[in-house]
Nanobody, 125 residues
Framework: QVQLVESGGGLVQAGGSLRVSCAASGRTFSSYAMGWFRQAPGKEREFVAAINWSGGRTYYADSVKGRFTISRDNAKNTAYLQMNSLKPEDTAVYYC??????????????????WGQGTQVTVSS
């Protein structure tokens, strides 16, 4: 079992930056690929970014490429999402997720095994 807890959300002005974190319980964090997803009001949850077990490979949605950076620190059992040049359309609840297959990267949420409770990110114009 892996428990995931997101933190770091908040209110930021357009053009600003924010970093959200995902703290994982358990000793096998480094075995999991990690992903970030988001859900805006009235919309489906969508993929944002993913990172493999070592942090050596990443994958981004086109909408955030060049602005967001996913990373992880296996010694701290934590994954991060650094968000720069934020836009009002980035407003959403951000969720982290863990996937057993530590190497393969995917945007399909059904392939992730564990989810956090989410953290709200609001970008004002």
């Amino acid at each position: 079992q892996v428990q995931l807890v997101e933190s770091g959300g908040g209110l930021v002005q357009a053009g600003g930056s924010l970093r959200v974190s995902c703290a994982a319980s358990g000793r096998t964090f480094s075995s999991y690929a990690m992903g970030w997803f988001r859900q805006a009001p009235g919309k489906e949850r969508e993929f944002v970014a993913a990172i493999n077990w070592s942090g050596g490979r990443t994958y981004y949605a086109d909408s955030v490429k060049g602005r967001f950076t996913i990373s992880r620190d296996n010694a701290k059992n934590t994954a991060y999402l650094q968000m720069n040049s934020l836009k009002p359309e980035d407003t959403a609840v951000y969720y982290c997720a863990a996937r057993y297959s530590g190497s393969a990267l995917t945007s399909l949420e059904t392939l992730y095994n564990y989810w956090g409770q989410g953290t709200q990110v609001t970008v004002s114009s």
